[in-house]
């Protein structure tokens, strides 16, 4: 019974995370021409991923990532749509390998590490998969003369970078502040 009670939480948990991210991802600092913006979308993802590890994190992610296609998705190839959507946002769950890291902590200063290498983590993932994405799919967009790989890496630099930066800044003052029981179980 305990155990069915703890997915139950999982899955309410992720739930409202997933819609927290949907939300977070409309309110923009700036927003890209050809799509991306940035936001503070990978926050509940990453702190699911955290507080439950690998498998919610992962799930979560895939779930905002269809979400968002939905809500506002463009999509020229199957692939592409595996790439941006699903592929892209599951990566973050991926910060969930460090979950149990972050639950054996005993101080705020040894929780900061494996909390920063996890949204690395699931940031390159997520910045991979666009980059791939955006060189074979949306290469057509390349000025004239620069390389479509040089483009996709500039592109999505442009707003990843800043996301992942302001995204580490927000979840390490929220450790800070003796919010890491949210991080545990």
Known sequence: ???????????????????????????????????GSVSLEMLPIFIIAFRWGLKPGILAGVTFGILQLAVAGFIVH???????????????????????????????ANIILPIVTGVILGGMVRFVSHFLAGAVFFGDYAPEGQSVWMYSLLY???????????????IVLLTLTRVKKYFTV
Do not use: C, H
């Not at 692939?79 to 149990?100: E, R």
């Not at 999505?156 to 927000?170: A, R």
């Open 1 to 35: 019974m305990e155990n069915v009670s703890k997915n139950v939480r999982i899955l309410a948990e992720t739930g409202i995370a997933v819609a927290l991210a949907l939300l977070l991802s409309m309110i923009k600092l700036y927003t890209m021409p050809q799509g």
């Open 156 to 170: 999505n630099s442009s707003y990843l970078v800043p996301e992942l930066i302001i995204t580490i800044i927000v």
């Open 78 to 108: 199957w692939i592409q749509f595996f790439l941006d959507y699903p592929v892209a946002f599951a990566g973050l769950g991926l910060a969930g390998t460090f979950s149990s890291w972050i639950r054996k902590a005993n101080s705020s």
